[in-house]
């Protein structure tokens, strides 16, 4: 599949656990950017630069197979995040502030038709949602889900 421009939206929601977990209330992010998707040799592939509204450009790398995500970011931001079905896997989040030692235990990831979710105006061209208990210095901090939405760049503008 030639690459394609699109609209990519993210969604994060962080659901604390342990200690934080009477204290904290759920947190939802959503980041829209524009960026460039394909489709070859059973991987879905995404490329996008998110910015912090400041100084900060993060340039990300999504690939997304059966039951695997992956995320690289390079910029200000440097990680390598695997998310596999049932499966634990770590990772250095390198920030302008120091290094955050990180782990994922991996619930699912799910693609395409998989992925349930509110109605949309607009149904997104592709999906993918991972779900996963973070764990933060060898502590769990949250249960997380990631959705990754794509959409036509014309129609991506206009979500918010």
């Not at 499966?87 to 502030?97: A, D, E, G, I, M």
């Amino acid at each position: 599949m030639k690459p394609r421009e699109v609209m990519v939206r993210i969604e994060g929601i962080r659901r604390p656990c342990g200690e934080e977990a009477g204290r904290a209330e759920e947190d939802t992010s959503v980041c829209l950017a524009p960026g460039v998707y394909s489709y070859r040799n059973g991987t879905h592939f995404l490329i996008y630069e998110e910015n912090d509204g400041g100084r900060c450009l993060t340039r990300n790398t999504v690939k997304v197979r059966e039951n695997a995500m992956e995320v690289v970011k390079q910029g200000e931001l440097c990680a390598r995040m695997v998310f596999r079905a049932g499966q634990r896997s770590s990772c250095l989040y390198q920030t302008p502030y120091g290094t955050i030692d990180m782990a994922f235990l991996t619930e699912h990831v799910r693609i395409g038709a998989e992925v349930s979710g509110p109605e949309e105006p607009g149904q997104p061209l592709w999906q993918a949602e991972a779900s996963y208990m973070l764990e933060l210095e060898g502590r769990a901090a949250a249960r997380c889900s990631v959705r990754v939405s794509v959409y036509d760049r014309e129609e991506g503008q206009e979500k918010s």
